[in-house]
């Protein structure tokens, strides 16, 4: 009580709590002058040579070409519709990208740890090789040294008759969806069912101590329903599978991936699965030892002591780490104009090029991979979140 009466009876310039203010106050002030300074000097330089600012361009017709896009894209379709395109490729990107370093970086991580000596040198030599070196030189690696060097078209001969592996990308059969709704209605039903089922005898696994088989009777609902609907739809199912036939100096049917799409995707991959190994071996490494060999003196063999005792203690510490090598992913996407693929910041640059709006692209860019960055960070946190040591 003698301390707050004395900090009540303190001048306005002594009190703790108006001074963090004031200067709370005094920074954000300067934050806006220095940046309405930069900004008012920039729409002057504009005027002077006769551009206005605003995003009106983004309703202009584009007038170029895109050659590897997602969703559908003509060159009489607006700017805007340009970089929706870019972006959808870079979600491309970041998305598999993401899945596939995941994967590629536990197995190598893992494999730092292997008592077997090959195994342990032929990982050690994948982190030392694409750690140190420029992820731009890898890219260019891919597609110059081996995607360009593939077969022409003209020389392909199909493996098993429906793969096609060229300088022209790699086709393949692909699922086309049949568009029937009893069977949109039956997956999405079948997989809630599956869950609940699954989480039902889970529950009461650990109850009674019975195996009740939680997994294998989520699958045997999901696969009920599933026929259920077979019947239902007369014998349809929701998908029909397309092959990909050569016509002309392409492809017709199927799905095909570009070289361009591949060689920045193989290069992401490959470089930041060496960094999320070393992080993954770092994670392993800090489990304490006793409860390693703790768990082997119950009988578990090395799978079993990885998958029930060290890596679910090692994520707790992995996440963080690989969280940030995931925005790294993301925002390296850019260096695909390297290869030629069009991506958000290619397709942003061809936009500048054409119209003159650098202030205007520029602001689009930072505003999509900053959403990006954010989107990447809160699933993260909300997964770390998820997996953190609850203290009592």
């Known amino acids: 009580m003698a301390k707050e009466k004395l900090q009540e009876r303190a001048p306005l310039w002594r009190n703790r709590i108006v001074i963090q203010v004031f200067w709370q106050v005094i920074f ?30 983004l309703n202009s017709t584009a007038n170029f070409a895109i050659g590897d896009h997602i969703i559908d894209y003509s060159p009489s379709d607006t700017y805007g519709r340009a970089l929706l395109v870019g972006l959808a490729n ?34 050690a030599t994948y982190v030392e090789v694409f750690r140190n070196t420029p992820v731009l030189v890898q890219i ?9 060097t593939l077969p022409r078209l003209d020389d392909t001969q199909p493996a098993l008759g429906v793969f096609y592996f060229s300088n022209r ?7 086309e969806w049949n568009g029937y709704t009893i069977w949109l209605i039956a997956l999405i039903g079948g997989l809630i069912l599956a869950l609940v089922t699954r989480t039902v005898l889970l529950k009461k696994q650990i109850e009674t101590g019975n195996r009740k088989y939680p997994l294998v009777s989520g699958i045997l609902v999901f696969v009920v329903v599933c026929l259920v609907a077979f019947l239902a739809s007369g014998f349809s199912g929701p998908w029909t599978i397309t092959v990909p036939e050569i016509v002309g100096m392409g492809f017709s049917g199927g799905n095909r991936i570009t070289p361009e799409f591949a060689a920045i995707l193989c290069g992401l991959v490959f470089y930041t699965a060496s960094y999320i190994a070393e992080i993954v071996r770092g994670g392993i490494e800090s489990v304490s030892k006793g409860q390693i060999e703790a768990a082997k003196a119950l009988g578990l063999n090395s799978g079993k ?12 510490t992995i996440i963080p780490p690989v969280t940030s090598q995931y925005l790294g992913l993301t925002k390296n996407s850019s260096l695909g104009v390297a290869a030629g693929y069009f991506e958000l910041y290619a ?17 689009i860019w930072m505003i999509i991979y900053l959403s990006l960055s954010l989107l990447t960070a809160l699933i993260m946190n909300i997964y770390n979140h998820m997996t953190r040591l609850v203290e009592r």
């Open 28 to 57: 954000l002030i300067a934050v806006i002058s220095i940046a309405a300074f930069f900004i008012n000097n920039a729409a002057n330089g504009l005027n002077r040579i006769g551009i206005t600012f605003g995003f009106s361009f």
């Open 305 to 316: 002591v990885l998958r029930f005792v060290t890596f679910p203690q090692a994520i707790r």
């Open 169 to 175: 990308g790699f086709a393949f059969p692909w699922l």
């Open 347 to 363: 397709i942003g640059g061809t936009v500048y090029n054409q119209t003159g709006k650098a202030i205007e692209v520029v602001i």
């Open 140 to 148: 260019f690696f891919w597609y110059f040294a081996f995607f360009l």
């Open 90 to 123: 870079t979600l491309r990107v970041a998305f598999v990208g993401i899945i596939l370093t995941t994967i590629v970086g536990v197995i190598i991580g893992i494999c730092r740890l292997s008592s077997n000596w090959l195994v342990k040198t032929l990982s």
